[in-house]
């Protein structure tokens, strides 16, 4: 029986240094590290963020859940706004953005789930819902999305914030057009984020 519970130990271990192998580091700068890779299905890549804070966990508590104040500091976002609040924690959330030409504008429907975590960290769970409300002219509407935002404190009173996303924008883009711009758009959001 142990033999058979060190073996389910070591295949666990292996499956998830794969998992974790599977990101690569496009862009270092600023304390801000931002991964890669490939999607199941898709040629467009996922993105992962990371980088450390200068503020509690309750402050970025404050800047995430002030959904209307997301184009002050999220890349391209020009309007956010609550559809429904279904709890204190979960809300059905809009947003537009303006994409450089010649793309057209888009818009996306996420629920936004708010959950905290043991070690005193949140998780902003990100679920694309594309069929929510009706399309809005002069926008494509993002079908494919989903990802999350991670906080928790660190020992030296600052917040490890960790953004991960993926989503197809749709529309006539090319796949790797949309892939070009996968690192600057979280890079330029953390930015933004750590300078408020």
């Given at each position: 029986?142990?033999?058979?519970?060190?073996?389910?130990l070591?295949?666990?271990?292996?499956?998830?240094?794969?998992?974790?192998?599977d990101?690569?580091?496009?862009?270092?700068?600023?304390?801000?590290?931002?991964?890669?890779?490939?999607?199941?299905?898709?040629?467009?890549?996922e993105?992962?963020?990371?980088?450390?804070?200068?503020?509690?966990?309750?402050?970025?508590?404050?800047v995430?859940?002030?959904?209307?104040?997301?184009?002050?500091?999220?890349?391209?976002?020009?309007?956010a706004?609550?559809?429904?609040?279904?709890?204190?924690?979960?809300?059905?959330m809009?947003?537009?953005?303006?994409?450089?030409?010649?793309?057209?504008?888009?818009?996306?429907?996420?629920?936004?789930?708010?959950?905290?975590?043991?070690n005193?960290?949140?998780?902003?769970t990100?679920?694309?819902?594309?069929d929510?409300?009706?399309?809005?002219?002069?926008?494509v509407?993002?079908?494919?999305?989903?990802?999350f935002?991670?906080?928790?404190?660190?020992?030296?009173?600052?917040t490890?914030v960790?953004?991960?996303?993926m989503a197809?924008?749709g529309?006539?883009?090319?796949?790797?057009?949309?892939?070009?711009?996968?690192?600057?758009?979280?890079?330029?959001?953390?930015?933004?984020?750590?300078?408020?």
């Amino acid at each position: 029986m142990k033999w058979i519970s060190l073996s389910l130990l070591l295949v666990l271990f292996s499956v998830n240094t794969i998992a974790e192998e599977d990101w690569t580091l496009e862009k270092n700068e600023n304390g801000i590290k931002v991964y890669t890779r490939a999607t199941e299905g898709t040629d467009i890549k996922e993105f992962k963020a990371i980088t450390t804070v200068s503020a509690s966990v309750a402050v970025l508590d404050k800047v995430i859940s002030n959904f209307e104040g997301y184009p002050d500091w999220q890349e391209n976002v020009t309007t956010a706004r609550v559809l429904k609040k279904i709890s204190e924690s979960t809300h059905i959330m809009h947003y537009s953005m303006d994409l450089p030409w010649p793309a057209d504008d888009r818009d996306i429907v996420l629920k936004n789930t708010r959950v905290k975590l043991k070690n005193g960290g949140l998780k902003y769970t990100l679920e694309c819902m594309p069929d929510y409300i009706d399309p809005i002219l002069d926008y494509v509407r993002i079908k494919k999305a989903f990802g999350f935002w991670k906080f928790w404190p660190t020992k030296e009173g600052k917040t490890k914030v960790i953004y991960q996303f993926m989503a197809d924008p749709g529309g006539s883009l090319p796949d790797f057009i949309i892939n070009m711009f996968i690192v600057s758009e979280p890079f330029d959001s953390l930015s933004y984020l750590k300078s408020i």
